[in-house]
Each structure stands twice: as structure tokens, then as C-alpha cells.
């Protein structure tokens, strides 16, 4: 039997940093935050970072901003895709130039069909174009 050399993994423990952003974000989620109005949330936040800063000591003043700029972040509704004007326009001139090719291949479906009727069909592939609204639909069969 052989022996495989494993090394451990060392698992470090979660900064003070780490830790307040955490417990913030569970708190942020349990206290309902995210739905609260904006001065709700701003009066909750004084209260909360100011309990923060005395429950970890050893933050920094500047470590309890980044706390408190994390948790407002986190309270933001998700931001909608901005569609600019001009991504409208070239949505629309894309969807004029699939018309115009549209209207092209329906005039040369109708010219060849013409032909066709008349016998000066040139190509075979508008003898065999088979007009889809001269099929009859067969008639259902009473049950």
C-alpha cells in the first residue's frame, strides 16, 4: 500500500474586517433592510457601525467606512442594463434592412410563381416551388 503525501491545508482564520462585513451582511439581511426606505436605511446604518465599531475594536476608522460604504452597497437595488439611443437606432436599421430583404424575396417568389404559371420558368427550383396556401388541409375525422 503507498502512501500519498497529502500536505494539510492551512486555513486562516477571517480578518476582524472580514468578519464585521459578514456579520453586517446577515444583519442587513435579517433586519430587512434592503426594502426599508432611504432615510430608514441611513438611520440604521449610524446605529449598526456605530455598534460595529465598538463590538471590533481593532478596526480602523477607515476599515469602518469601507464597512459602512460595503453595507450601502449591498442595500442597492441591482442596476438595469442601460439601453443608449444609439443602440436603438442600429436595432432599428437592422430590423428595416431584414424587412427590405424580406420584401426583395417575396417579389422574386412572386415573379418566379408568375413565371411558372405562365411556362417561362427558367430555373428548377421554381418548378418545384410548391405554394404552401394551395394545399388543402385535410378534414378531421369525426371521433
Known sequence: MT??????????????????RDELFQQVMRCEVIGAAPDH???WFNETIAYFAQRYPELKPADVND????????????????????????EATVVSDEAATDEVATSAA??????????????????LAVDVSEIEEPEPVPA
Open 3 to 20: 502512501k500519498k503525501n497529502r500536505q494539510r491545508r492551512v486555513v486562516t482564520p477571517p480578518t476582524p474586517f472580514e468578519q464585521a
Open 41 to 43: 436605511q441611513a438611520e
Open 67 to 90: 464597512l459602512r460604504k460595503l453595507g450601502e452597497r449591498f442595500v442597492q437595488p441591482p442596476k438595469a442594463a442601460v439601453v443608449s439611443d444609439d443602440a436603438l437606432t442600429v
Open 110 to 127: 412572386e415573379a418566379s410563381a408568375i413565371d411558372a404559371l405562365v411556362g417561362e420558368a427558367t430555373d428548377t427550383e421554381s418548378e
